[in-house]
């Protein structure tokens, strides 16, 4: 399928990497988006992101190298790597030594992760929830900021919806605005270009994908998810989190506790009320009744699982739609 016809498409330009298309694939742990997933979205036009919480340095290294060498032609491979977590300055710098392309970070934000990419030359990707956060990552040293909104899976830095914050975002700063939490077609990319956004990000749309590193039973928690599946509860990360409902949730509802059978002090500040990276690895093992599953809130409009070129396709099929 040709898409050069597209005379206002805009270019997403973040440092040296100019993909086909604007779409990034979110980092998704523990587990979830690895080499395999990354790979593949880099080779239909994207950015594909692997994410580095939850699995060893060196585990991370393989797959920066598995995933660049699985790439067909120009493509980006980017990592993401919590602030929150221990060893978030060993994995950034593991990240520089391996010459990604980009590095993203979120839950929270320092002015040595900016520093260090600088001085590599590798662009620095924030992702915040308000226009000051925008600003202050500017300010700091960001290539880019992902402006992530409620409606977004996993741990959420805000009670509003995307497309409430994204204009005072871009009206704040002069960098590229990705816009996150709840994009999941043409449609959703035709509105956040139109108000300014330079690109999107999707994560939930991905993992309900062919080449997703996730096993079968997470995908098909996705497919099979309805809107009432949804819920949020905060984790020992001291954030709400959204996941879909499972014997796990109920566990750990009404903030009632989990023994954890072994600490290994993963997290900067915790509230030891049950393992999330724990429950987390559980869910990547295939145990997705006794373990978290995050998802974005539109995760019961996905019907089936599809290859990773062709949701890109569809995507950019509805855009054409729209403009």
């Given at each position: 399928?040709?898409?050069g016809?597209f005379?206002?498409?805009?270019q997403?330009?973040?440092?040296?990497?100019?993909?086909?298309f604007?779409?990034?694939?979110?980092?998704?742990g523990?587990g979830?988006?690895?080499?395999?997933l990354?790979?593949?979205?880099?080779n239909?036009?994207?950015?594909?992101?692997i994410?580095g919480?939850?699995?060893t340095v060196?585990?991370?290294?393989?797959h920066?190298?598995?995933?660049?060498?699985?790439?067909?032609?120009?493509?980006?491979?980017?990592?993401?790597?919590?602030?929150?977590m221990?060893d978030?300055?060993?994995?950034m710098?593991?990240?520089?030594?391996?010459?990604?392309d980009?590095?993203i970070?979120?839950?929270?934000?320092?002015?040595?992760?900016?520093?260090?990419?600088k001085?590599?030359?590798?662009p620095v990707?924030?992702?915040?929830?308000?226009?000051?956060?925008?600003?202050?990552?500017?300010?700091?040293?960001?290539?880019?900021?992902?402006?992530?909104?409620?409606?977004?899976?996993?741990?959420?830095g805000?009670d509003?919806?995307?497309?409430?914050?994204l204009?005072?975002?871009?009206?704040?700063?002069?960098?590229?605005v990705?816009?996150?939490g709840?994009?999941?077609?043409?449609?959703?990319?035709?509105?956040?270009?139109?108000?300014?956004?330079?690109?999107?990000?999707?994560?939930?749309r991905?993992?309900?994908?062919?080449?997703?590193?996730?096993?079968?039973s997470?995908?098909e928690?996705?497919?099979?998810?309805?809107?009432?599946?949804t819920?949020l509860?905060?984790?020992?990360?001291g954030?709400q989190?959204?996941?879909?409902?499972n014997?796990?949730?109920?566990?750990?509802s009404?903030?009632k506790?989990?023994?954890?059978?072994?600490?290994?002090?993963?997290?900067?500040?915790?509230s030891?009320?049950?393992c999330?990276?724990?429950?987390l690895i559980?869910?990547?093992?295939?145990d997705?009744?006794n373990?978290l599953?995050?998802?974005?809130?539109?995760?019961?409009?996905?019907?089936?699982?599809?290859?990773v070129?062709?949701?890109?396709?569809?995507?950019m099929?509805?855009?054409?739609?729209?403009?």
């Amino acid at each position: 399928m040709k898409w050069g016809f597209f005379l206002n498409f805009p270019q997403l330009k973040i440092g040296h990497m100019l993909p086909k298309f604007p779409i990034l694939q979110g980092g998704m742990g523990v587990g979830i988006s690895l080499s395999k997933l990354a790979s593949a979205v880099a080779n239909a036009g994207g950015i594909g992101i692997i994410s580095g919480t939850g699995i060893t340095v060196e585990d991370m290294r393989l797959h920066i190298r598995k995933a660049r060498e699985s790439i067909t032609g120009t493509g980006y491979i980017g990592v993401n790597v919590l602030f929150a977590m221990n060893d978030f300055a060993e994995k950034m710098k593991a990240a520089i030594e391996e010459k990604v392309d980009f590095i993203i970070s979120g839950a929270g934000i320092s002015r040595d992760m900016y520093a260090w990419g600088k001085e590599e030359g590798i662009p620095v990707i924030s992702i915040v929830s308000s226009a000051r956060l925008a600003k202050m990552s500017e300010r700091l040293g960001a290539s880019a900021v992902v402006v992530e909104g409620f409606e977004a899976g996993g741990h959420l830095g805000t009670d509003r919806p995307l497309f409430e914050i994204l204009p005072e975002v871009i009206d704040a700063v002069k960098i590229p605005v990705i816009a996150a939490g709840g994009i999941l077609t043409g449609e959703d990319l035709a509105r956040a270009l139109k108000m300014g956004a330079s690109g999107v990000q999707m994560g939930t749309r991905f993992v309900a994908s062919e080449e997703c590193d996730a096993p079968s039973s997470f995908k098909e928690k996705y497919v099979h998810a309805r809107q009432e599946d949804t819920i949020l509860l905060k984790t020992t990360v001291g954030l709400q989190g959204r996941m879909i409902k499972n014997h796990f949730t109920e566990l750990i509802s009404d903030d009632k506790k989990v023994k954890i059978k072994q600490c290994i002090d993963c997290l900067k500040n915790c509230s030891y009320r049950f393992c999330t990276l724990d429950s987390l690895i559980t869910s990547m093992n295939g145990d997705c009744e006794n373990g978290l599953v995050f998802a974005g809130a539109r995760v019961h409009e996905i019907k089936e699982i599809l290859p990773v070129k062709t949701i890109i396709s569809n995507i950019m099929r509805e855009y054409e739609a729209c403009v």
